[in-house]
């Protein structure tokens, strides 16, 4: 909504057209709460936005400029209400956030800024909830979002989608996707560890973006790929009690099968490029998961050489984390350890609890509960949420039993 | 370049047939912004002006005697007016004939603005 308000206001006046999002909000959960919901609140709340955004248009029209593509026609009571009448159409509004996608993935901006606007003005997130997919404080991602906002401003209109920097504005913006989607699927954020929606609004952009023909090449199916192969694995992450249950433990008839074969199928289509990128690799080892029917028949080997690429072209302290982990389950956990200990930039995991878990399953492995039982406590200090306090108290537990 | 006042004339039941229902209204509003935008890309519009409601007051005479109107008798109501820039007249009605009311029962009336007005009193 706050894009197809822009296609109107102009990027310009961004906070207005947040304003009128916020606004129709408000109203709605004035209104729900005395007369219930409606039959489609989402109707009712496009309808509440278009009514707002009248308002907005004629108590600013003398004293701001609104859109430049749109003219005069805010002038006048003859255009006006068609004007937000089209900005809200199906069509329209697919269009509006594919360039407010590019439009936030400004070249003057760092990557992590672009990714914060979009999560922001696209997906309505809060900045602690993109700290949390950051792994930075707050303070930092309102920062950055209110230096993105002055950008963007400056840019007077949003992106052109005929631009010839398209195909570089195309790579941030996957990367904001990806980003998200973990955002989803490792949730940092406090309400809860598994956010099925953060993933589903980052495969709905993507599809989005696999709309638009010049997008969808195939690094972005690479990406699509990534995205369902992961997806297809949500319904199993937790367990039967709520708990977050790792890739070991989990019930794989839950995956979902239909996500599986599609994710395949967007995967083989990704192939059709001369560049091998990170979503491509990723998806790879996603889809051997998917392939095995346990941790016991999974190819490791194909797992840890692929993690090998993917350390050569995109290396990160979570991707050595990975490797790791899949060492571990190719050669045990002795090389395992090592692989952890010598990862480099362990700084940059102090706050993830996972690094430290790892650590405690790898010990309990080789048989040193006590050793694991004080990497698992210093996961748990660490834990984001209720549903990682939860899983990493039973893991200690699992210590506290074995040491007798 | 001079100016020109369009004004949109349509019977009561021409009015209520271009936006009697969401989907007819949907049409007619997306078929009129059409054309404006077009007349404003080529230049020509002035002035996007204002539609009209189509009842309010007439207020008449020396004796300013105030009644309902102002056309309630009347077969045609003015729906509302815009302000366009042409090189003549000619050319001024050729932009008219784009009007979209015009595939109903509704009419343009094009009128030169008299610039000279005021110098011919001079006179």
Redesign the interface.
């Known amino acids: 909504m706050v894009a197809a308000l822009t296609r109107i206001f102009g990027v310009q006046n961004l906070a207005l057209a947040e304003d009128v999002v916020q606004d129709a909000f408000c109203r709605a959960l004035t209104v729900w709460k005395v007369r219930g919901v409606p039959d489609n609140p989402s109707a009712w709340l496009m309808a509440t936005a278009k009514n707002r955004a009248l308002d907005a248009i004629r108590r600013e029209r003398t004293a701001r400029t609104f859109a430049p593509e749109l ?3 805010l ?5 006006t ?3 937000v ?2 900005a809200f159409a199906a069509p329209t509004i697919r269009d509006e956030q594919l360039r407010m996608m590019f439009s936030c993935c400004h070249p003057r901006l760092p990557e992590p800024a672009q990714v914060a606007l979009i999560l922001n003005i696209l997906c309505g997130f809060g900045a602690k909830e993109i700290a949390g997919a950051f792994l930075t404080s707050r303070a930092a991602i309102e920062k950055r979002i209110a230096r993105g906002k002055k950008v963007l401003a400056g840019a007077k209109r949003l992106f052109d989608l005929r631009d010839t920097e398209f195909t570089a504005r195309l790579s941030a913006v996957r990367r904001a996707l990806y980003l998200l989607f973990s955002e989803g699927y490792h949730g940092a954020s406090a309400e809860s560890a598994v956010r099925v929606e953060l993933c589903q609004e980052a495969m709905r952009l993507t599809a989005l973006l696999r709309e638009h023909p010049p997008a969808a090449t195939p690094e972005t199916n690479a990406l699509a790929a990534l995205l369902c192969l992961h997806a297809a694995r949500l319904p199993a992450r937790l367990d039967a009690g709520g708990d977050l249950s790792p890739l070991g433990d989990q019930d794989r008839s839950r995956w979902d099968a239909g996500l599986i074969a599609e994710g395949l199928a967007l995967l083989e289509r990704s192939a059709a490029g001369p560049r091998l990128t990170a979503y491509h690799i990723e998806a790879a080892i996603a889809a051997t998961h998917a392939a095995a029917a346990s941790v016991e028949t999974t190819d490791w080997r194909q797992v840890v050489s692929l993690y090998d690429r993917l350390m050569a072209i995109a290396p990160s302290p979570v991707v050595a984390l990975n490797r790791a982990i899949a060492i571990a389950q190719r050669d045990g956990p002795d090389r395992g350890m090592e692989e952890l200990r010598a990862i480099k930039d362990r700084d940059r995991l102090k706050g993830y609890p996972f690094h430290p878990a790892a650590m405690g399953e790898l010990e309990l492995r080789r048989g040193n509960p006590r050793a694991a039982r004080k990497h698992f406590a210093a996961a748990l200090a660490l834990a984001r949420n209720p549903t990682e306090r939860r899983f990493l108290q039973k893991r200690v537990r699992a210590c506290g039993s074995l040491s007798g | 370049m001079s100016d020109f006042v369009y004004l949109f004339r349509a019977s009561e039941g021409g009015r209520r047939q271009a936006l009697g229902t969401p989907e007819q209204a949907q049409r007619s509003l997306s078929a009129w912004l059409a054309w404006i935008r077009e007349l404003e890309a080529k230049g020509h519009l002035k002035d996007p002006g204002q539609p009209l409601e189509p009842a309010g007051r007439l207020v008449r005479g020396p004796k300013k005697v105030v009644t309902d109107g102002p056309y309630v008798e009347a077969k045609e109501l003015v729906l509302g007016f815009i302000v366009v820039e042409a090189r003549d007249l000619a050319q001024a009605v050729d932009l008219a004939k784009g009007c979209p009311m015009l595939e109903g029962d509704g009419s343009v009336e094009v009128r030169p603005v008299e610039a000279a007005m005021l110098g011919q009193l001079g006179r």
């Open positions: 003219g005069r026609l002038e006048s009571e003859w255009t209400a068609p004007v009448e089209e």
